[in-house]
């Protein structure tokens, strides 16, 4: 089995800047989390954006959208910023014969407490078990993007009723 | 959706003792990991033994198939000793139209560098998937029970040629 | 022994807000600090202010030197922005006849990877070991406050030379 | 200022092992903290011994205490195990000035949750501090070693009454 992760930037990516000085870490988060969860199939790490999903473009999903078509994988994980991730997943969904599992965290990877650990492992099982098309792995659960919506008074992610 | 969560003991629920003082922390870390991965599914944890997978006996496999077959639930994730996971599998594989899934992890979830968190998210994520039967999530993949050995010398489990 | 540690906000107090959602961690990072150090002498901890050290005024700098000339306590540690630490040190050696040592941190206290911890930690043992005055307690140095800057470009405390 | 840490065992250190398989992790918890602590002072880390304090020999104590007295250095901060930490201590008090601070952890650096930090951080302010002789950082203070004992009951240090 092989899984190709796609970095976009969001919370789960989020370095600390201050005002007059800032630092990076080496790895991206995804590399680390695949590390600690001492992962035996094939997989690599591309990193496509590095943004607030606010701050996505049309240009951007697209770019992202071509990317995958034009790849040879069949299945992957896409590290994303929660607050357009449903957008995100509604331009994905014309790709045909594809897996793809769309996932982020709500606080921070480089934080002590995160969600970011177990949603990565939720979306690598998920991309295993799932029959092609668009899902979002958040919240414990595994929606098909096109019954999912953030609700952002609760800060979760929810079906669509 | 609702999971029932059944801890055994195992590495993941590892708690240290030295040889004049002893600790013990609160929540099992099946709590504190559905806790930080801000699951919004219900769920219940039943702890039903606590000990080292290779203590585990015929007479406690059967108590857990018969739990499991008494129980009202659909939907199983059973924390557990990694060395014989695999034979409490076949245990339950005796059990008709519930969804199982097993994890566990190669160092303890109190640890700073765990697998547990991943392991527990791929779970989660596979017992919302899967059709009836019973699964081990392990090291990236969720495996079929019946064609996955853990590989001592490797430290790993993988499917069997 | 009694401690009073008092929080004006800075790095080492960082909560994460992003644009349209935030969230705030009930206990301050001195707190579970010292619940992690397993201290065992007496301590309070007062929160006077919740400012990046850029933003303390000099009003706020002789409001933290009147609450500490009018409070009983002999020793002090104050967590602190690092950007003016030094700053906020020279206003407090006008105080007589107590022990002050200042402390923060280059990465939050809530990262996975921080100085806090070793930092507050530090500053503890310096409290109870200085002759009175002001101190700084950063990267694994205890300097008195007169003797020290922070080198922006290195992102790190050192001696005046 | 130059600091020699000496590791000798103890729970600070301790690597998990289980009864089929066991793994240890590459740096010792000392090179790790003093790492996150951001530490510029120059340093090295002698490893003596690895072992439960329990197990330490008068040899052992006798080992050590010819180590630091032939070696040049002035400061020396020396992990070890809590049980005995004392007994070792009255070894060390023969050596005349040179600073020596032992510190050591009630639950392992590996764990989330250590006091492994905190103490490192305390000992290393303290080494800076104190008069030459013998301390010990633990529970949140500095005490004189011929001043301390562990209350195993309450699983702490506190001064001898």
């Known amino acids: 089995m092989f899984i190709r992760f796609i970095t976009t930037g969001g919370t789960i990516d989020k370095i600390y800047f201050d005002a007059l000085s800032q630092?990076?870490?080496?790895?991206?988060?995804?590399?680390?989390?695949?590390g600690e969860g001492l992962v035996s199939f094939d997989y690599d790490v591309v990193s496509l954006f590095r943004k607030d999903s606010?701050?996505?473009t049309d240009a951007d999903r697209t770019a992202l959208r071509e990317f995958i078509e034009a790849d040879d994988?069949?299945?992957?994980v896409i590290?994303?910023?929660t607050d357009?991730?449903?957008?995100t997943a509604a331009v994905l969904a014309a790709i045909e014969n594809k897996r793809m599992v769309l996932t982020g965290a709500l606080s921070?990877?480089?934080?002590?407490?995160?969600?970011?650990?177990?949603?990565v492992g939720m979306a690598v099982a998920a991309v295993q078990l799932v029959d092609p098309g668009v899902y979002i792995a958040m919240n414990g659960q595994v929606f098909r993007a096109?019954?999912?919506?953030?609700?952002r008074e609760e800060n979760r992610f929810e079906l669509i009723e």
Do not use: C, W
């Not at 994988?73 to 992957?76: D, I, K, L, T």
């Not at 096109?146 to 609700?151: A, I, S, Y």
């Open 108 to 119: 921070p990877a480089r934080f002590k407490t995160t969600d970011a650990v177990f949603n």
């Open 54 to 56: 606010l701050e996505l």
């Open 23 to 34: 630092f990076e870490v080496g790895d991206s988060p995804v590399d680390t989390i695949l």
């Open 146 to 151: 096109d019954q999912v919506r953030k609700n």
């Open 73 to 76: 994988a069949g299945r992957y």
């Open 79 to 81: 590290s994303h910023g």
């Open 84 to 87: 357009t991730m449903v957008e």
